[in-house]
């Protein structure tokens, strides 16, 4: 069966430090890839996808950046965190060759908290 | 663009109420139709899903309808429980396109016994 992995569940980072947040699914191959973020008390925000190594589009300028160095591997990064850039993020993926009909399965998200 | 809309919450309701969480959307095409639940401190799981004009959708005792003509898709539940407290997200998937999907904000429901 497939799995989605998103790590760390909890972040606390100082403004102006780096960052870096992974998510991997198994059981799968060449899926969609998607970071979405939450902030406090709001819907949630899509920030990046992917449909293949490599391949990434952004949703939102800001100093926040996505890559996809393995099939299922998506990793969000930022050289300089802002207090801004603090709330839920959430990973998730699709089948990569499915129509519309077919549903995301979220990760367990990770909680930033920038100070 | 896309666009989904839900109701404001917090909804507040006792044990074994009726519940509506409305949701209308905007969308070029035929797309698909989602609700999520969000449980305190998790991430989001499906709660049911449909993917054609008039198809209703259900699980755990949630049902939602897919109408074309109004453009919703309200969820809604016979009796709820203290815990189906939790935030519910309608979202949609379109037909067409990158197929990211698209949230609405998010409706907070909480069940007093």
């Known amino acids: 069966s497939q799995t989605i992995h998103q790590w760390p569940a909890t972040l606390v980072q100082p403004v102006g430090s780096p960052l870096s947040l992974e998510c991997t699914v198994e059981?799968?191959?060449?899926?969609?890839l998607y970071w979405y973020r939450q902030a406090a008390g709001r819907g949630l925000q899509l920030l990046f996808y992917?449909?293949?190594?490599?391949?990434i589009s952004s949703e939102v300028p800001q100093n926040l950046s996505a890559s996809r160095p393995q099939d299922r591997q998506f990793i969000l990064s930022s050289k300089k965190l802002l207090l801004s850039d603090s709330g839920f993020y959430l990973c998730?993926?699709?089948?990569?060759?499915?129509?519309?009909?077919?549903?995301?399965?979220f990760g367990s998200g990770t909680r930033l908290t920038v100070v | 663009g896309n666009s989904v809309t839900q109701m404001e919450g917090p909804v507040t309701l006792s044990e074994e109420a009726f519940l509506t969480i409305n949701c209308t959307y905007t969308?070029?095409?035929?797309?698909?139709l989602f609700w999520y639940v969000q449980y305190p401190g998790e991430g989001l799981q499906l709660l049911l899903k449909?993917?054609?004009?008039?198809d209703k959708g259900s699980n755990k005792g949630f049902e939602a309808t897919y109408r074309k003509e109004t453009t919703s898709f309200h969820l809604e539940k016979g009796s709820v429980q203290v815990s189906d407290s939790a935030v519910y997200f309608c979202?949609?998937?379109?037909?067409?396109?990158?197929?990211?999907?698209?949230f609405g904000s998010g409706t907070r429901l909480q069940v007093q016994p």
């Open positions: 998730a993926w699709t089948v990569g060759n499915g129509g519309p009909s077919y549903g995301y399965t």
């Open positions: 059981g799968t191959s060449n899926p969609n």
């Open positions: 992917s449909v293949g190594i490599g391949q």
């Open positions: 969308a070029t095409g035929y797309p698909s």
């Open positions: 449909a993917t054609k004009a008039d």
């Open positions: 979202a949609l998937s379109p037909g067409t396109g990158r197929r990211a999907l698209t």
